[in-house]
């Protein structure tokens, strides 16, 4: 079973716009990490956000978390056709297992 | 400084056959975790190893074992296969209590 579930499972937005995605999940977590997947081959991990954390920055990315929701968002700025990919949240409920999402696949049009 | 590598890229096998992949964690970690991504899905951890042992395991069967050898480097297993094993086998490693895990390309298993 999976811990994660994002929202949406697709989007598709116009090169310079700005994507949102939303991951929820169900127990207590010691961390959250999003990972981007290009055409199905390995992940690459975005950024970490621990869950005394509320918000984090990288580059183009911004997460954010809310523990009292169980949900945390992910927002890539001034898209790029680069950034087309699958984005999946994974909790971690420090046993250094991750629980990953089914993903959001996110297009990006030129 | 080379990445988390795993071999083979692709396999393919007959129903109950037996397969073997293998990993080769990032230079200077200790501890390796073993995925299975179904098409569509996320992945779904297996099981982790950590000083030659099995520290942790997901909630796939026995059919499904591993090793870790003193280079830290890994082998999945998987025996008497079925069609429902065909997915992409991911290997992630890290350095012992570091959350963050670094993710190999994968091996894509189709079985037949």
């Known amino acids: 079973s999976q811990q994660g579930e994002e929202d949406p499972q697709a989007l598709s937005i116009q090169e310079g716009e700005n994507a949102t995605m939303n991951c929820s999940y169900k127990t207590s977590i010691n961390n959250l990490q999003w990972y981007r997947q290009n055409s199905g081959r390995g992940l690459v991990h975005l950024i970490l956000?621990?869950?005394?954390?509320r918000e984090k920055h990288s580059g183009r990315l911004r997460v954010t978390l809310d523990t009292s929701k169980k949900s945390s968002s992910l927002l890539i700025t001034a898209s790029r056709a680069a950034d087309t990919a699958s984005y999946f949240c994974a909790t971690d409920a420090d046993d250094y297992k991750l629980s990953f999402g089914a993903g959001t696949t996110v297009t990006v049009r030129a | 400084d080379a990445g988390v590598t795993q071999s083979p890229t692709h396999l393919i096998k007959t129903r109950g056959q037996q397969v073997t992949l293998r990993c080769s964690p990032k230079?200077?970690?200790?501890?390796v975790s073993w995925y299975q991504q179904a098409l569509g899905q996320g992945p779904q951890f297996i099981f982790q190893y950590y000083e030659e042992e099995e520290r942790q395991r997901g909630n796939f069967p026995d059919r499904f074992s591993g090793h870790q050898f003193p280079n830290y480097s890994s082998e999945l297993n998987v025996n008497a296969l079925l069609l429902g094993d065909s997915a992409l086998y991911l290997c992630?490693?890290?350095?012992?209590?570091?959350?963050?895990?670094?993710f190999g390309p994968g091996t894509r298993l189709t079985v037949t």
């Open positions: 992630a490693s890290s350095l012992d209590l570091s959350h963050e895990q670094y």
């Open positions: 230079s200077g970690h200790d501890t």
């Open positions: 956000i621990r869950s005394n954390e």
